[in-house]
């Protein structure tokens, strides 16, 4: 049974449960458990998530794997840009919908699917056992990816009758809920043709706007807006 994985990812209360000297041994045992990378590294828009990426950074470097900071994307840009750029894993700083005082961290494999429960239990034993790789013939390095949101945008576009979407000239609300989608959806939706309309869109990784879980209460505005236009 896993003792730090929950049903996705590892999460806890930021300073408290979740350090930073907790985020730095994990990672240890998670690039330990990658081998090699490059890994992709993302984080959300609450007010932990970039110094928390940095120390995965920095760790996977002690580790020797190079890595490259997508810097605030959502967790499917993250996951999709790890499978398409060619990354050999990736790491995404989130706790969802959990409340703001909370942060996490969330592996993603080769193929930017969420590690099995198989390899987390394998990273516990290498956390638990501190028998993270020590001493590498090298360091790693830290870059920037610029690419990851045009690859996920372009992406899911691909996939779709984008033509046929754009005749329909539709009209989209999107409550963006202070979260890291509003780097994404708006483009998405421009693409299509949308004329879109905006609540809560400005990142704040207090959630000022609504609740971060997307409940029926928390998602009235969006109802009401809905309606409206």
Avoid at 74 to 79: A, H, K, N, R
Avoid at 159 to 166: E, P, R
Wanted: include cysteine; charge should be neutral; glycine fraction near 10%.
């Amino acid at each position: 049974m896993a003792k730090f994985f929950g049903t996705n990812g590892i999460r806890g209360v930021f300073s408290e449960d979740f350090s930073l000297e907790f985020v730095h041994d994990m990672t240890l045992a998670i690039a330990t458990y990658f081998k090699k990378g490059p890994i992709l590294v993302g984080y959300d828009g609450r007010e932990s998530s970039q110094i928390i990426a940095k120390v995965v950074c920095s760790a996977l470097n002690y580790s020797g794997l190079d890595c490259n900071n997508a810097g605030l994307v959502p967790t499917p840009c993250l996951e999709y840009a790890v499978r398409d750029l060619d990354y050999s894993g990736g790491i995404m700083i989130t706790a969802s919908h959990n409340p703001p005082q909370y942060n996490g961290i969330k592996p993603a494999a080769k193929d930017g699917v969420e590690i099995s429960r198989e390899d987390e239990l394998i990273i516990e034993d290498i956390f638990l056992n501190k028998s993270w790789i020590k001493n590498p013939s090298k360091w790693g390095t830290t870059g920037t990816e610029n690419k990851a949101i045009d690859v996920y945008v372009n992406g899911i576009i691909s996939h779709i009758d984008s033509q046929k979407i754009k005749s329909k000239n539709l009209k989209v609300v999107l409550d963006l809920g202070n979260g890291a989608q509003a780097v994404t959806a708006p483009i998405f939706c421009k693409l299509l043709g949308c004329e879109i309309f905006l609540i809560n869109e400005k990142i704040d990784g207090l959630f000022p706007g609504r609740g971060s879980e997307p409940t029926p209460q928390n998602l009235s505005e969006l109802s009401k807006s809905v309606r409206r236009n």
